[in-house]
């Protein structure tokens, strides 16, 4: 059995996608600082009979990922998949926003990517190659002024995504990128929360869209699963809009 990797799994995007993998026929090994979350997760992958292992850690801190590896390693099993979407927001004005909450948000959503790709990097290239699929963002293309380090942050990891991709494709490594628009989950909700009433901005995102709806994690976990496919065997250093038509639209 091939073993993937998701971060950001107690929720959201990442808990589908985790969940994916598994009923794809990975081992997923589910990895998130929510451990109320991550147990929620391990529980209904058990009773639904798939393959899934919750490890509580913070993908920004070096020790943590670290100790996180020595247990992949231990499985013995081929990483082959490393899906990374674990991340965080906070609304301000960018002349308002504190260094302690850009460092922060850099840190969690830009840092780990790095940190978690080095790490897998040379378990797969053991395991002859492998696919990393990162969760990017529609703000890395376009964008609003409250949230600006996390937009910085989704423009980097773009940007890195391509990097990685250039110096580890002979390596039989790919690197792509999923931008999502609206999905709706815990972070989009609280988004909504921020700005406004909670349903009438909801209801007021799925029609700004080409499908005129929001999205649901599912819609995303699908492109992920065939990123880290053979099927997409040819694709690297690409950034996936998976976005509902928001950025087609006038
Ligand atoms: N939901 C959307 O509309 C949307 C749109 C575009 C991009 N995205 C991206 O999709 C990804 C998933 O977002 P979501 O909407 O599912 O969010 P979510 O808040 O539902 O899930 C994010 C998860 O990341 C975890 N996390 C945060 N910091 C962590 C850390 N330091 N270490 C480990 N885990 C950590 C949280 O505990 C949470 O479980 C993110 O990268 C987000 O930027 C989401």
Redesign the pocket.
């Known amino acids: 059995m091939k073993l993937s990797l998701v971060?950001?799994?107690?929720?959201?995007?990442?808990?589908e996608t985790a969940l994916q993998m598994a009923r794809s026929g990975y081992h997923c090994v589910a990895?998130?600082?929510?451990v109320e979350?991550g147990q929620a997760l391990a529980e209904e992958a058990l009773s639904g009979g798939l393959s899934l292992t919750f490890v509580p850690?913070?993908?920004?801190d070096d020790h943590e990922t670290d100790n996180l590896f020595s247990h992949l390693r231990d499985i013995k099993m081929p990483l082959t998949a490393l899906v990374n979407?674990?991340?965080?927001?906070t609304f301000n004005n960018p002349e308002d926003i504190s260094l302690a909450d850009w460092d922060r948000i850099i840190r969690?959503?830009l840092r780990?990517v790095w940190l978690m790709c080095n790490k897998a990097r040379s378990l797969m290239a053991e395991s002859g190659g492998g696919a990393i699929v990162n969760?990017?963002?529609?703000?890395a293309w376009a964008t609003d002024n409250l949230v600006s380090p996390?937009t910085a942050s989704?423009g980097g990891i773009s940007a890195l995504t391509r990097a990685l991709a250039v110096a580890w494709g002979c390596q039989g490594i790919r690197v792509n990128a999923v931008?999502?628009?609206?999905?709706?989950?815990?972070?989009?909700r609280s988004n909504l929360r921020a700005v406004g009433d909670e349903e009438e901005e909801y209801a007021k995102i799925g029609a700004r869209l080409a499908l005129g709806r929001v999205g649901q994690?599912i819609e995303?976990a699908h492109v992920v699963e065939f990123l880290c496919s053979m099927k997409a065997s040819f694709v690297t250093g690409a950034e996936i809009l998976v976005d509902g038509g928001m950025l087609a639209h006038a």
Do not use: E
Request: proline letters at 9%; hydrophobic letters at 45%; zero cysteines.
């Open positions: 971060t950001g799994a107690a929720s959201g995007i990442g808990r990895v998130d600082v929510n979350g850690a913070d993908v920004s979407a674990a991340a965080i927001v969690v959503n780990s969760i990017s963002s529609v703000h996390y989704k931008l999502p628009g609206p999905i709706d989950t815990p972070l989009m994690p995303i």
